[in-house]
């Protein structure tokens, strides 16, 4: 299949994109700030891009420049966090009209309702996937492979390898919303 080309949903193998995007966290978990920086940037001018044009709730709220990666760096701390009382008294602007095919099927999820409110959201095929390769990282980086007793796993990683993630974390902002530019 071409680069770029997209497949019919049913014929996606999320198997083979969760091993891809396995691959894809390994190369990058241990990038430096600027590595990561380029590398993610493209991805976030495009998903900023798609949210204004297709969520009715991000359409005038992301007053910058949407294209620039200098204008969305100096913006992304402007972008306000959305509450959930918030998310949940406009939920109907947060949908999406249409996600883009590589997305595969999208499926209507509900919280629980522990907090006295249900909050639905939409939940697609590549979330799941991208979800699974994040899962599937974690148990890499605490050496759960299915062979050992869960209690008996330990993050013994080299020590050289736990100093480079220690560089690397501290090089980037302290919160979790400033890491995902």
């Known amino acids: 299949m071409a680069v770029g080309s997209v ?3 049913s014929q996606i193998n999320w198997n083979d994109r969760i091993r891809a995007l396995g691959q894809l966290l390994s ?5 430096s700030a600027s590595e990561l920086d380029a590398h993610r940037m493209p991805d976030v001018l495009a998903f900023l891009v798609y949210a204004r044009t297709n969520v009715a709730f991000y359409k005038d709220r992301l007053d910058f420049d949407i294209r620039s990666p200098e204008a969305v760096r100096a913006g992304w701390q ?22 883009p095919e590589r997305e595969g099927p999208v499926t209507r999820e509900y919280t629980s309702g522990s907090t006295g409110t249900q909050f639905s959201f ?10 699974a390769a994040l899962t599937e990282r ?6 759960v492979d299915g062979k050992n007793r869960w209690h008996r796993s330990s993050p013994r990683w ?6 480079k993630c220690r560089k ?14």
């Open 122 to 131: 939409l939940r697609s095929a590549a979330f799941v996937t991208w979800n």
């Open 138 to 143: 974690m148990f890499r980086w605490w050496r």
């Open 168 to 181: 690397a974390l501290r090089h980037r902002p302290g919160t979790l919303r400033a890491q995902t530019v």
């Open 27 to 31: 190369r990058t978990e241990l990038m």
């Open 158 to 163: 080299p020590t050289t390898r736990w100093a």
């Open 78 to 99: 402007k972008i306000p966090i959305l509450t959930r009382a918030q998310a949940i008294q406009v939920n109907k602007d947060l949908m999406c009209q249409k996600l």
């Open 7 to 9: 497949q019919h949903r």
